[in-house]
């Protein structure tokens, strides 16, 4: 990356899928600004043009307007080395593993009404306990996937994090390590933090990454997800 080569990353003001990308983005030490809106600031950014189909995050870069997070993110490692190109297979090993993700999140427990559990983390009142085991249960399920295919590696990129390891660290600090999250959820955050702790092989890799991403992780700002 040359300085020259300044990115812009719009999404809202919590981690989300934005996430992924901006730790990919920190941790390849990137000329980047993060660019975090909400209200009129959305709106306005929505109507701008830069926003195919209606969706954030964006990327911005050599006047060009990238979307989609999955495809920002290979983006990304394209260009600071988390997504080897020259490898085949390591690349698809990141996709396999942002794949399973993706599968697993359309698995998500609802509620009789169809809406998601997860969704009151963005409402006002406390997640009640049997809606929060059955959120934490299906949790732990994740844990299991990501334990099975990091395997004996250090990371899921091997011996140095890939686009994939992002992308799970993006999902574990937005709940089970967030910090600056929503304060009538810290019953949430507390309960999927214990899950984790159960996984040792995920707990281990969850500190690996904390140490990668100890600069970004200290600075970036508060998100309820």
Request: glycine letters at 8%; one cysteine or more; aromatic letters at 10%.
């Amino acid at each position: 990356m040359t300085s020259q080569e300044k990115m812009i990353l719009t999404y809202f003001d919590l981690y989300g899928r934005g996430e992924a990308c901006r730790m990919a983005l920190a941790h390849g030490k990137c000329n980047w600004e993060d660019n975090r809106v909400s209200g009129e600031g959305w709106k306005e950014f929505k109507s701008s043009g830069k926003c195919a189909n209606g969706q954030i995050p964006v990327l911005e870069v050599d006047g060009k307007f990238l979307n989609q997070s999955e495809a920002i993110c290979r983006f990304i490692g394209m260009k600071t080395g988390s997504y080897p190109i020259s490898d085949p297979f390591a690349c698809h090993a990141a996709d396999a593993v942002i794949n399973t993700c993706s599968d697993w999140e359309k698995l998500s427990p609802k509620n009789e009404e169809g809406k998601l559990f997860f969704y009151q983390m963005f409402g006002p009142d406390a997640i009640c306990e049997e809606d929060l085991t059955k959120m934490v249960d299906h949790r732990k399920i994740l844990h299991g996937k990501m334990e099975g295919l990091l395997g004996d590696k250090d990371f899921f990129g091997d011996s140095k994090p890939s686009i994939a390891d992002f992308w799970v660290c993006a999902l574990i600090y937005s709940m089970e390590r967030n910090t600056k999250g929503k304060e009538c959820q810290a019953h949430v955050y507390a309960a999927y933090a214990k899950a984790l702790a159960e996984n040792t092989k995920m707990t281990a890799w969850t500190d690996r990454m904390a140490k990668e991403l100890q600069e970004y992780l200290a600075n970036r700002g508060p998100g309820s997800i």
